[in-house]
């Protein structure tokens, strides 16, 4: 039983590889240097390691004129380019729903037989710590409660009213929903189909396969990835100075003198180098144990201690004022929702807001794009597509609106009807420690802030590690196994730009960076255009080979007696037509 099982999976790959696969006889990394215990391309690594140093030493040596030229070239493409963010932004989600909601919906990524690698909960986990977990810390208490002092010109409130609140909550939900987990979406459907499915590298270059065909294996391809490991090296690295920033503050203003008083902790580029050390020594022990037993196990606690720390605020904090609020903001999110994807500002007030935040997150989000969506394509094999969209677009943007209701909605809910010490406090300190302000006011709150310092760190390390994972794919040609001592290479090589520039030029560098990292969202956004009709193309192929009387007769071929199988072999064929058909015929 079990040899007539393993015929017809044998066979069905077969069938993908001969009727899915492109016809070329290159494969992922087949022209890699094997040596001292790492497999790399040749063109891709090397370059990638030259443009990293060049820029690091470029941006130390000039200091505060790198910063300059930095923030003149993001406002150049935030004042004349915002508009052109937000539209593609609003094409990503209707073509990554008409991808799920149409016939393509029940093409199975990595092909007909393709089983997924992990359950559910633990790929939701995975997802979320790749995607927004660090996000969600930083700017979970921070961004409503500039909204409420600041309302954004969309709306028309009075500054620290109730419908400041309710605009506070609608742009942060606006800002966190729906659209940037529709790029990560798109981008990591592209890559799995085009990996799993036809066979090419797990790079961003494969996605341009019906465009370029065998020149992605040249220069072109190798622009595409060089762009890719630029932008996510530096974005891990610029996420790096964010996090260590809102670790050193946070336990200096948990075990400092303004909560429990044990211990003076210092804030500055000493601590936080010393942070991004212990840290990238964390997150390089996770890249070495591997994806199963390093990032997932990581991501597992992180959703643990997420929904510890969620419950504990629901119970202790104002708890008919948080779902108040996340329902109410959830019900002005939508009822805005279309005229909020569109607004430019350009027609009245409003555009400040646009271009400081919602074109900020968009560009960033499209530069984060490759990591994200490359690790996301990585963990998603033998889903569907419908299963896919559902995972990646719907489920992980209404978490995150509970989570903003629960820690914004508290943080406001301190600023409208408390003493406004957490608004206080972010005015005074700054965006770092609104989180352990707003922990603070409700009992265990130094307890609660040492669990969100924690959950701050593991997100690091999950988000180092991943990135790992992303780079080492880029760099060794595409390939899905990578020796051990290079994803330590490139965990160590993230750890080391970030404390490097740290101590060359202090935040200002990594504001520079990050400004740098936002630019390439530009060019990433023409190129995502183009990927949603190589997706579509692609899509659109293999629904007609599955619909094909040549796949028809290929599966039944698999029932004939010359591989001899029995009745477990006819129930494989079975669900191998119903996967393909829907279960008609």
């Given at each position: 039983?079990?040899?007539?099982?393993?015929?017809?999976?044998?066979?069905?790959?077969?069938?993908?590889v001969d009727l899915f696969h492109p016809e070329t006889e290159r494969e992922p990394g087949d022209g890699n240097i094997e040596r001292w215990g790492f497999d790399i391309h040749p063109v891709v690594f090397p370059t990638a390691l030259l443009i990293i140093a060049v820029f690091v030493a470029a941006t130390l040596i000039l200091g505060p004129e790198a910063a300059s030229i930095y923030s003149d070239i993001r406002g150049f493409f935030e004042g004349n380019f915002g508009w052109f963010y937000l539209l593609s932004v609003n094409i990503f989600i209707v073509v990554l729903l008409f991808f799920a909601i149409s016939k393509y919906g029940k093409i199975r990524i990595g092909g007909v037989e393709a089983e997924t690698e992990f359950s559910t909960f633990s790929w939701m986990s995975m997802l979320f710590s790749a995607g927004m977990g660090i996000g969600l810390m930083f700017y979970s208490v921070s961004e409503p409660l500039y909204y409420v002092s600041n309302v954004p010109g969309f709306y028309s409130a009075q500054a620290g009213t109730g419908e400041a609140g309710i605009a506070a909550m609608t742009q942060t939900f606006f800002h966190w929903g729906f659209h940037p987990w529709a790029i990560y979406g798109l981008?990591?459907?592209?890559?799995?189909?085009?990996?799993?499915?036809r066979g090419l590298p797990l790079t961003f270059r494969s996605i341009f396969w019906p465009l370029l065909g065998?020149?992605?294996?040249?220069?072109?391809?190798?622009?595409?990835?060089?762009?890719?490991?630029?932008?996510?090296?530096?974005?891990?690295?610029?996420?790096?100075?964010l996090g260590v920033a809102q670790i050193n503050t946070g336990l200096s203003y948990i075990l400092g003198s303004s909560m429990l008083g044990v211990a003076n902790i210092p804030t500055g580029t000493v601590p936080q180098i010393i942070l991004i050390a212990a840290i990238t020594l964390i997150a390089t022990a996770s890249v070495a144990a591997g994806l199963d037993g390093g990032i997932k196990r990581l991501s597992t606690l992180n959703v643990y201690l997420m929904f510890t720390l969620l419950i504990f605020l629901l119970v202790v904090g104002p708890t008919i004022f948080i779902f108040g609020s996340w329902v109410q903001g959830l019900g002005a999110y939508f009822g805005s929702l279309l005229t909020l994807s569109f607004f430019t500002g350009a027609l009245g007030e409003g555009s400040t807001t646009v271009h400081a935040w919602t074109v900020f997150y968009w560009a960033w989000w499209i530069a984060w794009s490759p990591f994200v969506g490359?690790?996301?394509?990585?963990?998603?094999?033998?889903?569907?597509?419908?299963e896919f969209v559902?995972?990646?677009?719907?489920?992980?943007?209404?978490?995150?609106?509970?989570?903003?209701?629960?820690?914004?909605?508290s943080g406001l809910f301190n600023t409208l009807m408390g003493n406004g010490s957490v608004l206080a406090t972010y005015n005074d300190v700054g965006q770092t420690v609104a989180m352990f302000a707003m922990l603070d006011q409700f009992p265990l709150g130094a307890i609660s802030g040492l669990l969100a310092t924690l959950l701050v760190v593991t997100f690091f390390v999950t988000s180092s590690?991943?990135?790992?994972?992303?780079?080492?794919?880029?760099?060794?040609?595409?390939?899905?196994d990578v020796p051990r001592a290079q994803r330590i290479f490139w965990a160590l090589?993230?750890?080391?730009?970030?404390?490097?520039?740290?101590?060359?030029?202090?935040?200002?560098?990594?504001?520079?960076?990050?400004?740098?990292?936002?630019?390439?969202?530009?060019?990433?956004?023409?190129?995502?255009?183009?990927?949603?009709?190589t997706v579509y193309l692609g899509l659109r192929n293999e629904y007609q080979v599955l619909a094909s009387e040549e796949f028809k007769e290929r599966i039944d071929e698999i029932t004939d007696e010359d591989f001899n199988i029995n009745t477990t072999g006819t129930e494989v064929v079975t669900d191998i037509r119903e996967r393909t058909t829907g279960g008609d015929d």
């Open positions: 039983m079990a040899s007539s099982e393993d015929d017809v999976d044998s066979e069905t790959h077969g069938l993908q981008v990591g459907l592209g890559l799995a189909f085009f990996s799993f499915n065998e020149r992605i294996y040249e220069w072109p391809g190798h622009v595409i990835d060089l762009v890719s490991v630029f932008a996510t090296l530096f974005g891990l690295a610029t996420s790096l100075g490359m690790f996301v394509a990585r963990i998603s094999k033998g889903r569907t597509i419908r559902l995972g990646v677009l719907v489920l992980p943007s209404l978490f995150s609106t509970i989570w903003l209701a629960a820690f914004g909605g590690d991943s990135g790992s994972l992303v780079v080492d794919h880029l760099t060794s040609g595409g390939k899905h090589t993230e750890g080391g730009v970030a404390a490097l520039l740290l101590y060359g030029g202090g935040s200002a560098s990594l504001n520079a960076l990050q400004t740098a990292a936002i630019a390439t969202g530009f060019p990433f956004a023409i190129v995502l255009l183009v990927m949603c009709y």
